[in-house]
């Protein structure tokens, strides 16, 4: 329950505490914030229970401590709100689902936290095959309500994800090579925009706004809702497939074929590098995780994925995961998998496929993995997504989006795990490292990209540079028309920033 107010003196926006001093410029927000409310529960602050739920994330490295919490109820509560924040330069955050890993992004310090956990609804629409989905929910809601219509959504592969962070900044599913980035499935945005109107983007009605918000991430106000296409559930079948060090080479060969052939409309393969500790030696598993969007006889298995499973490449491991399931299913299943409450961070880079750069990334993991192996609990891994061209043809298909991408690209990324809270800044450092000596060796070989995708992204990334000049300016102009005074860059400090403005 929200603790009760301070009265405010005479109407005026200056708090004081008992002793007649003002109080920090957080502490006056938040009961700015409870008195616009007039003391509706809405405004939550430390030290009470609820508190605790709300501040609570995926990965406690993105934890931290926000002066109080605002839980609006609809679209309105917040365009009230972000007029309140303009007024007195309240500094705020928001939250969807808190599964970013990046401190600061979905979480502040010393600041008003906009939790978006009460715009859950979830409405299917039978007669226009579309849903609208509230950003407060998470996957697993949507597909829920969607696949018992024979319907399931483009949303996250792990159905705990929260709809509007992952949304925003492109999104990674299962069906991405057949309908581009999850983005690129919303059919319409509704959003508070810094002087607080709330708007509809989509391809008639702001029109500019509605290709920005594909990618383009907080810059341009509070996406509140989407309304996203449907397209027909059809039952996958998921595989793990784990390769000895013997097969390495080999291994990376099949991959990059993968990524620069082998596209297969109803194929989505992620592959993974396992680093482990084990009496202070380093051990290293390869592996792929796929989904099959169809059924999928093993021992004949599609031509795409045939160098995977066929035992050309000798593996030591094939496993069945969930056959004949819903994308919703596979989702679930992830879940199991993924465990909120580790300690872990992430760094990414894409690339120019290229067989070599990918086994040298492994070479330079390993032995740079050496000089952080005595961290208690420390594991890390190296996974590489291909974006082939498909996939980028299926967005641009369907309006393009703000991400800028014209050439396949492999996306790589670090993600190291690890105990106790004392070594978050070693940590950090190790995977800094990583990606340096990455991004030197991708450039020397003339296969760096520039774009980061923004869900990999670590708190130093994410600038948008990647997206290409185009794009840039495009957003740059949509940035002017819709948040002149830059309220979602100053008083929104966290997040991917869009270069060159201001």
């Not at 962070?165 to 508070?192: H, K, T």
């Not at 702001?206 to 990618?215: M, Y």
Request: proline residues 5%; contains cysteine.
């Amino acid at each position: 329950m929200a603790l009760s107010i301070l009265s405010i003196l005479l109407g005026s926006s200056l708090i004081l505490q008992a002793s007649g001093t003002p109080l920090p410029t957080s502490s006056r927000c938040c009961h700015l914030l409870d008195s616009e409310f007039r003391g509706g529960e809405k405004v939550v602050y430390p030290q009470t229970s609820e508190y605790g739920v709300l501040n609570t994330y995926f990965a406690p490295t993105s934890q931290q401590s926000p002066s109080c919490i605002f839980t609006p109820s609809d679209t309105f509560d917040i365009s009230r709100a972000i007029k309140l924040f303009t007024r007195h330069s309240c500094k705020f955050a928001i939250r969807s689902g808190g599964h970013h890993y990046n401190a600061g992004w979905a979480s502040i310090n010393n600041g008003i936290l906009l939790s978006l956990s009460n715009l859950n609804k979830v409405i299917y629409n039978p007669s226009s095959q579309s849903v609208f989905v509230g950003s407060g929910n998470r996957w697993r809601k949507v597909y829920n309500t969607v696949e018992p219509y024979g319907r399931t959504v483009v949303g996250a592969q792990n159905s705990d994800v929260g709809v509007g962070g992952f949304l925003i900044n492109g999104g990674i599913s299962f069906l991405a090579d057949q309908y581009g980035w999850a983005v690129d499935n919303v059919r319409e945005f509704e959003i508070v925009v810094a002087d607080g109107r709330v708007l509809k983007a989509n391809k008639y009605e702001n029109k500019d706004l509605f290709r920005a918000l594909k990618g383009g991430s907080s810059n341009f106000g509070v996406v509140t809702g989407f309304t996203l296409d449907t397209v027909e559930s059809k039952l996958a079948t998921g595989a793990y497939v784990e390769f000895p060090t013997s097969s390495y080479n080999a291994f990376i060969n099949a991959a990059y074929h993968y990524c620069v052939k082998g596209e297969d409309l109803k194929s989505q393969v992620l592959f993974i590098s396992w680093l482990t500790v084990k009496n202070g030696a380093i051990s290293v598993k390869d592996a792929l995780s796929l989904i099959y969007t169809d059924i999928m006889d093993v021992s004949n298995p599609p031509k795409a994925l045939a160098p995977f499973m066929d035992k050309k490449i000798p593996s030591s491991l094939v496993q069945i995961l969930g056959r004949n399931q819903t994308m919703g299913s596979h989702g679930h299943d992830l879940t199991q998998i993924q465990h909120p409450g580790v300690r872990t961070i992430r760094q990414t880079i894409s690339i120019i496929p290229d067989a070599q750069l990918l086994k040298n990334f492994q070479r330079i993991l390993v032995k740079t993995a050496e000089q952080y192996k005595y961290i208690e609990g420390f594991t890390t891994d190296l996974l590489f997504q291909p974006i082939g061209k498909k996939w980028i043809a299926a967005g641009n298909a369907k309006g393009g989006n703000s991400m800028g991408l014209t050439v396949p690209v492999i996306i790589l990324w670090v993600q190291p795990h690890w105990v106790s809270g004392k070594d978050d800044g070693i940590i950090a450092e190790f995977v800094t490292k990583v990606i340096m000596q990455f991004e030197k060796a991708a450039k020397d070989a003339g296969k760096l990209s520039k774009f980061e995708y923004l869900n990999y992204a670590g708190p130093k990334q994410g600038l948008m540079e990647g997206y290409g000049a185009e794009s840039i300016r495009r957003l740059q102009s949509v940035k002017r028309n819709y948040d002149p005074k830059n309220v979602f860059g100053t008083l929104l400090p966290g997040g991917p920033k869009i270069p060159g403005l201001y």
